[in-house]
């Protein structure tokens, strides 16, 4: 039997444009143990340039505000999959906007962050809470993208 050597073709990239660099903290809920949404999230902002640290699933609150004093990223994505989102989403982002070092960092949350049809009403009170943005389960990616692309790098915060 004779082996021959096959010609590969390199694989293309995406034609969409880049946006990064921006650092981002990926995160999940304390009471979300999904990390396949965490991964695609980490993978898609890494495939838009940005630098990524992804905290994991099920992070306390207090573990997750110190983890952005401590990195002081650009943008604070927190992901949902379990439909308990709101729950833990409310105190958390009412813990990062309570301190100074963060209370201009770019906080997002996505997901099934509900259940039993309050989805618009359940958006509104987390903007109000403090989320910049809230895309809900099924939400198009390229509304995320844009959201991402448009925000510049923050300064580095000086004590």
């Given at each position: ?22 650092d ?15 991964v ?20 306390p ?5 110190e ?8 943008l ?6 379990n ?7 409310r ?62 790098a ?6």
């Amino acid at each position: 039997m004779m082996w021959t050597k096959r010609t590969m073709k390199p694989a293309k990239w995406a034609d969409r444009p880049r946006s990064g660099p921006l650092d981002v903290v990926v995160t999940g809920l304390p009471s979300d143990a999904h990390t396949w949404n965490l991964v695609f999230i980490q993978l898609l902002l890494e495939d838009l340039g940005h630098k990524v640290v992804n905290l994991g699933p099920c992070v306390p609150q207090d573990e997750i505000v110190e983890s952005c004093c401590k990195f002081q990223p650009d943008l604070l994505v927190v992901s949902s999959v379990n439909g308990h989102g709101f729950n833990d989403a409310r105190p958390l982002v009412e813990a990062v906007r309570s301190r100074w070092e963060l209370a201009d960092l770019p906080a997002v949350i996505g997901g099934k962050l509900g259940v039993g049809g309050r989805q618009e009403e359940q958006a509104g009170e987390l903007m109000r809470a403090g989320f910049d943005a809230v895309f809900q389960d099924g939400a198009d990616l390229t509304t995320f993208e844009s959201f991402v692309g448009a925000l510049p790098a923050r300064k580095a915060v000086t004590r």
